[in-house]
């Protein structure tokens, strides 16, 4: 059988046209799954993202005795329903858990591992081995976790042991660590308070206040208060997922660079946690409207329609780089193609992603021939530089494969994406979305 696992891209000579939709929100994916399995009572989660990551979350679920139904609706959005089995209603698994290349799974699930009355082993790829799990080890062990790493990395060998109430300042802003802390607080004895320096996506209080619990928030302080009495429990889901503002960024920039464009993508979710790309490309003079606003599962959404104009370079520090955080490789597409100086600060947690964002990304954009001038905490470049199509590589980085591809339309002549099977990591259907708007863009065999 012949693999797909290159994509083609030529330059773009004629604009990019159309309205589209993308798949579901993955971070929002992750936690409905988890938390409708936690349920007292079968929940429906609509619009549901079946990408590689999300999917392993999927399987853990079922792994711990979950009953999962789907309804395929298309590749790219299924429906659930999800047998909730009450918070103490997991069972024990046969085997080590399996998150693959997914530090939202890992990350949340040890939260939620910390809380059972079994012994479990979070595990995943060699890629998500590398990635720190120090961050959500120490905070669940303050609240009395049993949990063991390897140096701080996965495999997370988790014991029961009884939880506590607790009170962490956060040293980076990070949903991950926030919501591992929340789960975890679900099980224990008392209020658990999480101070966060920056507004990171609060996907997982919007669900757990939706499923009946109270969390309250003050000055970067948010909590979960103590469980009411007779126990805690969460009402089941009945929701449907927006659309993933961080897989609309790549069509968005897209439409923005290439001239004379003007796409439209629909109901995506557009929380202001997540949005830092909308404002900054505003800053450098991109032409974005919002309209058909509503809400959905608790979440704003809205079609986003982006027309190409000149873009200028700015510089980007906190507290925007956090509502931005998974936007930076396509970002700094964009940046090559503005005029002037674009500067990324406070960016150093791009380095701890599924690669190092920063190094990585530079690395693989001067192939293109593009320079991109490298700091500890970020990055500068000024624009607009001429690039020529490359051969590059997506270091099984969705998020880096979707950004070298789209830089290949405003490369003169073709570009050739290797390992870009990982693009449906978050976003199935990427290349076909991209060929609806006439990018010329397509799957090749690898060579
Ligand atoms: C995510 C949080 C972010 C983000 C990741 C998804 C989430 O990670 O980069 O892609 O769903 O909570 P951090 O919490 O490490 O910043």
Avoid at 79 to 88: F, K, S, T
Avoid at 251 to 271: C, E, M, R, W, Y
Avoid at 389 to 407: E, I, K, P, Q
Wanted: hydrophobic share 45%.
């Amino acid at each position: 059988m012949t693999s797909f696992n290159q994509v083609i891209i030529h330059r773009q000579t004629t604009p990019l046209i159309g309205a589209v939709s993308v798949p579901g929100d993955k971070s929002i994916s992750h936690r409905a799954v988890m938390l409708a399995a936690l349920a007292d009572g079968p929940s429906t989660i609509r619009n549901w993202l079946p990408a590689g990551d999300t999917l392993a979350t999927l399987e853990v679920m079922r792994a711990l005795g979950v009953v999962i139904e789907i309804d395929r609706r298309n590749s790219h959005s299924w429906d659930l329903r999800v047998e909730g089995r009450g918070l103490r209603g997991l069972k024990r698994p046969s085997g080590s858990l399996d998150c693959h290349h997914a530090g939202t799974a890992i990350r949340l699930l040890s939260g939620i591992m910390a809380g059972q009355s079994f012994p479990s082993v979070l595990d995943g790829s060699e890629q998500l081995r590398k990635r720190p799990m120090g961050r959500v080890t120490e905070p669940l062990r303050l609240m009395g976790a049993d949990i063991r790493s390897e140096e701080g990395h996965a495999p997370l060998s988790i014991r029961p042991s009884a939880l506590h109430g607790m009170e962490y300042k956060m040293k980076v802003a990070s949903a991950q660590v926030k919501s591992s802390i929340l789960l975890a607080g679900l099980y224990a004895d008392d209020a658990v308070r999480v101070y966060e320096p920056g507004p990171a996506r609060d996907h997982t209080e919007r669900l757990l206040i939706a499923m009946g619990t109270i969390i309250a928030k003050s000055e970067g302080w948010v909590t979960l208060g103590e469980a009411p009495l007779g126990g805690r429990r969460l009402l089941p889901l009945d929701m449907t997922v927006p659309g993933d503002f961080s897989s609309a960024a790549f069509p968005l920039v897209a439409a923005a660079i290439v001239p004379d464009s003007q796409i439209t993508i629909k109901q995506v979710g557009i929380n202001a946690t997540r949005t830092g790309l909308l404002a900054m490309l505003r800053d450098m003079g991109a032409n974005i409207t919002l309209s058909n606003q509503s809400v959905t599962g608790g979440e704003p959404i809205a079609d986003l329609t982006v027309s190409f104009t000149e873009l200028r370079g700015i510089e980007v520090g906190e507290p925007t780089v956090v509502k931005a955080i998974d936007e930076f490789p396509i970002w700094t597409v964009a940046t090559t193609q503005a005029a002037g100086q674009s500067v990324a600060r406070d960016a150093t947690e791009l380095r701890v992603k599924e690669v190092d964002r920063i190094a990585v990304m530079a690395e693989e954009m001067r192939r293109f021939g593009a320079n991109i001038d490298e700091r500890e905490d970020g990055f500068t470049v000024v624009g607009p530089q001429r690039l020529s199509g490359a051969r590059v590589d997506s270091h099984d980085d969705h998020r880096l494969g979707m950004a070298l591809a789209v830089t290949g339309l405003v490369a003169a002549g073709t570009t050739v994406v290797d390992d870009a099977a990982c693009m449906a990591d978050s976003f199935p259907g990427f290349i076909e979305t991209m060929q609806q708007l006439g990018a010329s863009m397509e799957w090749g065999a690898a060579g």
